[in-house]
């Protein structure tokens, strides 16, 4: 039997949501009985039964409360109780998703075809290209020459897994690697791929995936966000696209499910730091002052909302010590350097981001998200791809590495790749020594490891032009739906109420769950 | 996993349920009522319908229906099961192929619908497991209940127009709304809270009415004024204050998703922000609201008589756009159609559309094809699909400077007026054409001699095209590689496309010697340039030729290509160039420099485009300036067979071009002839033309004469039309249109002519008297009929049916005599019979007072939608609103000045158990601030306050690098640069909106991005908001000039505190407060006293230079006491 619940008004119908469901303190398992106390002791407190933890914002509860306090799934109605679970026994806690934006090439990466050494230069058959549109890029070009691939590859661990030259590190991590070479997926341009990949679905309005994860599982640190995303400096300037703030954001589900951007410097979280001259004393004065006549207005009012704006300026303030911490380096071994690499003490690269990521991961935030651009090679794809891979090569590696000494790729899912693959043939001039390549829906490389996927396998393949998929085809709706089931979510399940629908990150066609490439 | 909802739908059959089992009628429990094993929550009191002796289809069915059936028994045919409709009784009680009716009237036991909801079998229960729902035996109970009481359907509340209600006799309460809010009340047996003490309700109504809080003179003199009527005084005094307008627009920028960049990729700075101002002036100038909706959805059809009407139609063009490399512009398009359409429905009808776009809704009536009705209103206007990451893609107003406004204003007058006589003569085409056509006149046709080709290309479908010429070698062609692509654009008839790489072959057509005349052409769309995009192709290519490359017969052949926007016209020889002393070189290098000139600049791509040859020959070209992209060009090539240049010509739309000679060297032995197939967009073996649209398309083995040129894009074809159907009546749309518009009133009649001349010359003027005047993007309707095609799956590529512009089917009509246009959908959505818009507008206007709207679901009105809290004063606001002639003000004034707004917001314990969300409004409202109004709240009590009404948009203070974390490097809004002096200071509807990286600390309060219309924002509580208003510099900033204002205002820190809670609080302190207050501000002091670096380092933030008669530990001390007050809940909270 449960405790009394309090159902809070649904809100449902805004254009970004308060989640369908509302725990109430009761039904919170890691909430520290001090705090439970403070609030039950309160004269409030059957405002506060009545109001749900809605009045306390959800996050900021969830944060503030919940060590882990997962939110359930909600189907249609506000679904809650004490049997905090998700749907089965998730096999990761974590998911930390290196994101290469603009679209690294699967020919240079991990799609290996050796057959194409011998068509160089050699018109795509139309065979293959079977009437497809293309994008108005390559559209002018009179012909489709086939361009190899200018980089080597060898085969590398027990996996025996062919690994290009560009990638000498990651070539280390073959054997715990799962590489998906099926993907596929609806847009050929790189707005609309992007956000597909990021929200399931090409258009606008939608939440990311860090935020369907926070919105079904919760929060696991009380001092940190849940989910956490990172844009990279970038090694080069060419090649690069756009991001935009939609690629995080919660769409119709509460803001609070939005990623909260860690930025490099000083203020790793927007205005985290008191302002030149106040120090962490002068804060702890003001904020008690603050409180002390917020309880006054409460004890005049009645609202609740007040209470959770007391606790959210202590959770402020606490934030400001955990942040920091967060963000301190200093206590790294040498070790961490020599595996990173010394770009990882410059902030906002992205050694120092992966670095940041296995802190993150650590100390339990749900999803974090490295953004790194510059894949975008058009032109000049020999030197630029080289370039992009020194940058993400070893950190890549190093962040695997680091969180299996550590214990954590167990439990933490990585995963790796960009919106879409790119096409055989050359974009532009075909030469010996350089080429490009454009943009290609129809099939790409991507890598998972960690968070109870299959180490060391490759799954699906590809035709001899990696232009099309010959075997397990991969849709993004497919991956979607087999990262949420490595958390224990149904994707059929985790649904939001929104327009009258019960919304869902893998939509409405027919999503299915990669089993053969979990553990 | 547990559900606390009885089968997770509305609190409505919650209720119904407690009915059932004797918990009262019309009595909401107050304790946690418990029905079964489950927890009734006492929040569950959302919407207590009221319970008759009959259940309600739309209070007690529907919702079950809707929830648990309606997506396989519902609207859409595409998803349906079993042939079973559930939500019209005409399909629920019918008999089906497979089975009786689901639901037999009256008798439950007989309806199969009630046997498999009972069904312990789960290959018979419904809805089945795998719809992861679950009817719960009480919903089971209702249906049974309704069925057995007759099983009466009704249609959804929402889309019945509203009347207005009787009002409740209630002598205490004059104000309507008070009488109904009381009337509820009452039957809830429910006391309303008294009057909020006087200073709270001025802040309330100043934030409300303004934005702002009030300053501490003004709650002097409302708490000084005795006299009846003080708080209708400052509540006039408020509406009259320009403050207001720009309050409300701020709400309605929300709804229509204003920003000042274009969104995607680039998402370049755009030039819309007149639009926000009008928005800003229509409030202050208290416009009515249709008026209003009218000007932004039509402006340019009224015909706007002043700027403003036109500025208005910036709403059309509120829509993300994109200019991305790559995209496909009919992909664009459709995308940026959608995008309006599921705007419109949010903002004017609270109808969620978009579901429409793929499929028939799911729960509404609104179909597909309602869904492209609309459509059709909304995207026949002439913008570009691509933005080409300007900001300012035609079509754009520019606003006169001051100077010359009044001259702009008059001419726009007097353009009006011309407008308005074209349009009126427009609307009499058939008439006219018919009295022209019965006093014996007739469109003369071209002989059709020696007519070899003529490929109309309105087959509409597939690739294979017919030759329609009378005397045809060949009946067929068809297209390959490629497939073509139909119908995404009309002009004479639904036109047809090449995709990238269609080749069509019209074999051994137009083999022609150098000595035969030939006449060939077509009407021709180039190929939109996705402008400005590195690595795109320029479009350059053959549009007709019979020729090969150099190993046929050495390139010779006849061949009429675009190229750097210049039509050329070559007949080449077989043969070695023939060496014309001087003009084969001359011409060679002036066609290389031509070319590279007018290569579209930012496309790199011009090295895969093939060079052209030094021109052999003969070869002609048009000069500059006469070919245009993406729009409808009849171009046609006459030859008369004499061996030289000055026998060529070119027409485009049957008008003699202007041409230069580039070569002009055909001896008499020179033969073009080829064995290369005459090819429609290429050449046999190159220089194919991408994308382009052609219609109509004929080669003459003669030579036509100007005359006859002149008549064939429209008057040939009118004369066909004529010929077959001479009856206007009967003409198809695209026929109509073709005859009278086209042809009649464009080539006939002289009084079109004549006005249209008149409004030529009138644009002109207009034009050179704003030519440095602002733009801002404007709506203009496309003189082609509207259409939109029903696109399967919403798949631009995947066309339908096509239908024309019309309103949803279960909606009222268009009222009689209103145009198929956005005019007329404005004259749809404000008619009395219209059922949402009204209801929908009210709303909103109480959500944004009350915090949540009597349908919390503000853009959703649907049968998935809230039901209204108060059905009955709802519809009493819509009639009231549109009745008063949609006076906004007048209705801001009844809802603020009524008793509900006017109550405490303090409330007991037992209040809030009962009623926490405030449904019922027993109390006032009470809830934080948007993101706007807390900045600007800060920075008028900081005394900082820029007042400027309108302009360019600013940027206030935010952290570096904010933009460049996402922006594209190419973009003009990559670099986050901070304005200097007032543009710091301004309110917040002025800040700069970038919907990548919306205003970050606007954001954390849960500003949007603007990407879609929002109706409602989310409110939210968290940390990262208290780092907004206790460090972000604007926030300190303002901290630091409101206590130099307290400090020089009084000399002891009790006074200084009363100062601060006067300006922030719009009270005085209680000696508790102070208490604390004191404690704290002498801590400070004390702490800061050994730390002066630390005070200077503090009042340092901020360009504004801090007060240096000052001390600076001091200064410092009271901009911590002041940030208290900034960050109390009462200042954040309304």
Known sequence: MASPHSHPPDDRHLCSDHGGEYPTVWDLPHVPLGLKQE????????????????????????????????????????????????????????????????????????????????????????????????????????????APSIYKFAQHGKSGRWVSELFPHTAKLSDDLCVLKSLHTDAINHEPAILQLTTGNMFPGRPSIGSWLSYGLGAANEELPTFVVMTSKMPHRTNVQALSNRLWSSGFLSPEHAAVTLRAGNDPVLFLNNPSGVESDLRRTMIDGVNDLNRQLFDRVGDPEINARISQYEMAFRMQTSVPELADFSNEPPSTWELYGPRAKEPGTFAYNCLMARRLAERGVLCTQIFLRSWDQHTNLPKNIRLMAEDSDQPTYALVTDLKRRGLLDDTLVIWGGEFGRTVYSQGTLSAATYGRDHHPRCFSMWMAGGGVKPGIAYGETDDFSYNIVKDPVHIRDLHATILNQFGLDHTKLTFKHQGLDQKLTGVVPAKVIHDILA | MRRFTFFGISALSLLAILVQLGCGTNQVPTSHAKVGATAIPPASLRVPPAIGAKLSFNEHIQPILAENCYACHGTDPSSRKAELRLDRAEHAFKKRDKGGPAIIPGQPDKSPLVGRIESKDPKEVMPPPEAHKTLKPAAIALLRRWIAEGAEYQEHWAFIAPLRPALPEISSAANPVDRLVLARLAAEKITPSPEADRPTLLRRVSYDLTGLPPTPAEAEAFLADAAPGAYERVVDRLLASSRYGEHRARYWLDYVRYADTHGIHFDNYRAIWPYRDYVIRAFNQNKAFDRFVREQLAGDLLPARTLDELAATGLIRCNLTTNEGGTISEEVFVNQTRDRVEAFGVTFLGLTTGCAACHDHKFDPFSQRDFYGLAAFLNNTVEKPWDLNIAEPAPVLRLPTPENTTAAELLFGERAVTQEKIQLRRARAQELTAAWLAAGNRPKPVATANLELRLKLDEGKGDVLKNSAPAAKIATFKAETNPLVWGENTWLWPAMRMDILTRITLGDSGDVEADEAFSAGSWIMLRANPGGGVRTGTGNGTLLARMGDAKRRGGAGWDISQSGMRIIVSLTPGAAPATSPGAGEEAAKANTVAVAAETDPASPAAALVVPEPPPRGLQIATKLGQVTRDEWRHVFVTYDGSRHASGIKIYLDGKLAETEVRADALTPQDSIRTDAAMHLGRRDDFNPMRETRFQDMRFYRRHLTPAEVARLPFEDLAAEIVAREPSPAKWSTDEGFLVMDRFFLGEIDPEIRGLSAALAEQNASFEKLTKEGTATLIAAEKETPAFSDILKRGDYFARGERVEPAVPHFLNGLPAGTPRNRRGLAEWLVAPAQPLMARVTVNRMWQELFGRGLVESAGDFGIM??????????DWLAVEFRESGWDVKKFYRMLVTSATYRQTAAASSAALTRDPSNRLLARGPRFRMDAEMLRDSALATAGLLVKKIGGPPVKPYQPPGIWEEVAMPESNTKTYVPDKGDGLYRRSVYTFWKRASAPASLETFDATSREVACTRRARTNTPLQAFVTMNDPQWVEAARKLAERAVKASPTTEQRLDFLARVTLARPLVAKETAVLTRTANEFGTKLATREKDAKALIAIGESPADATIPVTELAQWTLVASQFLNLDEFLTK
């Open chain 1, 39 to 146: 609030w039950l002791g309160l004269e409030t407190r059957r405002h506060f039964l009545g109001q749900g933890v809605k009045a306390l914002g959800w996050a900021g509860l969830a944060t503030l409360l919940g060590r882990s306090a997962p939110k359930l799934l909600a189907n249609t109605a506000p679904v809650r109780g004490p049997a905090l679970s998700p749907h089965f026994a998730p096999k990761a806690k974590r998911a930390i998703y290196l994101f290469m934006a603009g679209s690294p090439s699967q020919f240079e990466t991990w799609d290996y075809k050796p057959a194409l050494a011998d068509m160089f230069n050699h018109d795509l058959p139309e065979s293959v290209r079977g009437g497809q549109t293309l994008t108005g890029m390559t559209a002018s070009q009179a012909r489709f020459p086939i």
């Open chain 2, 865 to 874: 939608g809230d039901r209204p809290s108060h059905p009955q004063l709802l």
